[in-house]
């Protein structure tokens, strides 16, 4: 299928799961008894979940500056301001197409190339990926594999980001040994991923507690709207955000997200109807904070980075 059909199909499926989540959640609940549990929810509650989700978008903006360190010292505030607006970005454009976004903020803003943006994007999202694996083996690993085997498949599965490092650097040596344009786009890109391991420590360190953060607010979040242990909506609220990966989802993940959720939910006995009701409050809170954070983060810094001497040795 050609590029433009596949881009057209995708928005037109992603706005069919959108109307068929408003008919269904009409049909099964009725929007006004959905929304209702909002009225009830004490102020101080959703305060405290909105100042956390903040916190982990501010770590997930750190993990970006922290990486780039060599081209964001000193410009937490444009950093803080990207980050946010590629993640508004990302969770309101359809099947993932608002990842698009961060190389060209990284080259408009900081002056970084697409070679290097590129490769430390998808390091991002490989450790975004290990991190809900991980967490998500953790709660449910014992119940369905038993307590030994849980705890065996949690460790070597922990290892994995440890041995992609030592890959990177074995595949770069080898690289070290071929000449060509494919050998030195390959060489370029290698180079963008971490080189240091005290660089590979501290951008799982950060992914690991944005995601500590945001996964047990999200998991909070859906108990204030269900009846349920948090353990089980930690497994709802975990497999939500995989819906992310899917090569098709709704728009602002409508109908996916919730489709995780509730498929999540489904083993441990929650009422599909209950479990679609909390989902989609669930979203409902993550697109409020989403769009919050964005238009707040027109308050911040967007000056280009000044180009200083230690960039320019970089790029050479």
Same mark, same amino acid.
């Given at each position: 299928?050609?590029?433009?059909?596949?881009?057209?199909?995708?928005?037109?499926?992603?706005?069919?799961?959108?109307?068929?989540?408003?008919?269904?959640?009409?049909?099964?609940?009725?929007?006004?008894?959905?929304?209702?549990?909002?009225?009830?929810?004490?102020?101080?509650?959703?305060?405290?979940?909105?100042?956390?989700?903040?916190?982990?978008?501010?770590?997930?903006?750190?993990?970006?500056?922290?990486?780039?360190?060599?081209?964001?010292?000193?410009?937490?505030?444009?950093?803080?301001?990207?980050?946010?607006?590629?993640?508004?970005?990302?969770?309101?454009?359809?099947?993932?197409?608002?990842?698009?976004?961060?190389?060209?903020?990284? =080259?408009?803003? &900081?002056?970084?190339?697409?070679?290097?943006? #590129?490769? @430390? !994007? *998808? +390091?991002?999202?490989?450790?975004?990926?290990?991190?809900?694996?991980?967490?998500?083996?953790?709660?449910? =690993?014992?119940? &369905?594999?038993?307590?030994?085997?849980?705890? #065996?498949? @949690? !460790? *070597? +599965?922990m290892t994995v980001p440890w041995l992609?490092?030592?890959?990177?650097?074995?595949?770069?040596?080898?690289?070290?040994?071929?000449?060509?344009?494919?050998?030195?786009?390959?060489?370029?890109? *290698?180079?963008?991923?971490?080189?240091?391991?005290?660089?590979?420590?501290?951008?799982?360190?950060?992914?690991?507690?944005?995601?500590?953060?945001?996964?047990?607010?999200?998991a909070w979040i859906l108990t204030l709207?269900?009846?349920?242990?948090?353990?089980?909506?930690?497994?709802?609220?975990?497999?939500?955000?995989?819906?992310?990966?899917?090569?098709?989802?709704?728009?602002?993940?409508?109908?996916?997200?919730e489709a995780g959720v509730v498929a999540?939910?489904?083993?441990?006995?929650?009422?599909?109807?209950?479990?679609?009701?909390?989902?989609?409050?669930?979203?409902?809170?993550?697109?409020?904070?989403?769009?919050?954070?964005?238009?707040?983060?027109?308050?911040?810094?967007?000056?280009?980075?000044?180009?200083?001497?230690?960039?320019?040795?970089?790029?050479?």
């Open positions: 299928m050609p590029k433009r059909q596949r881009s057209g199909f995708h928005y037109v499926a992603g706005a069919v799961l959108l109307l068929g989540l408003v008919l269904a959640v009409e049909t099964w609940i009725g929007w006004s008894a959905l929304l209702r549990p909002w009225l009830s929810l004490a102020p101080g509650y959703l305060a405290a979940g909105i100042i956390l989700i903040f916190l982990s978008y501010a770590l997930r903006a750190l993990r970006v500056y922290d990486y780039f360190i060599a081209d964001t010292r000193g410009q937490f505030g444009v950093c803080l301001r990207l980050s946010l607006q590629h993640n508004l970005l990302n969770n309101l454009l359809p099947m993932r197409s608002g990842e698009l976004a961060f190389p060209v903020l990284m =080259s408009r803003c &900081f002056s970084v190339p697409v070679v290097r943006s #590129v490769p @430390g !994007l *998808l +390091w991002f999202r490989f450790l975004d990926l290990h991190t809900l694996i991980a967490f998500a083996l953790l709660v449910i =690993s014992e119940p &369905f594999a038993g307590q030994t085997l849980g705890v #065996v498949l @949690g !460790l *070597l +599965w992609g490092f030592r890959l990177t650097n074995f595949w770069q040596a080898r690289l070290d040994h071929h000449h060509g344009r494919v050998s030195h786009f390959l060489r370029r890109i *290698l180079e963008s991923l971490p080189q240091q391991p005290r660089l590979f420590w501290r951008s799982w360190l950060w992914t690991l507690l944005n995601w500590s953060i945001k996964l047990a607010v999200f709207f269900s009846d349920m242990p948090l353990g089980t909506a930690w497994i709802g609220a975990t497999l939500g955000d995989f819906t992310s990966v899917l090569p098709i989802h709704g728009v602002a993940g409508a109908g996916t997200y999540g939910l489904a083993p441990f006995d929650i009422d599909p109807a209950t479990a679609l009701q909390a989902a989609v409050n669930l979203h409902l809170f993550v697109l409020g904070c989403t769009l919050l954070s964005g238009a707040l983060s027109l308050l911040l810094p967007a000056l280009p980075a000044p180009v200083s001497v230690e960039r320019e040795a970089n790029h050479d």
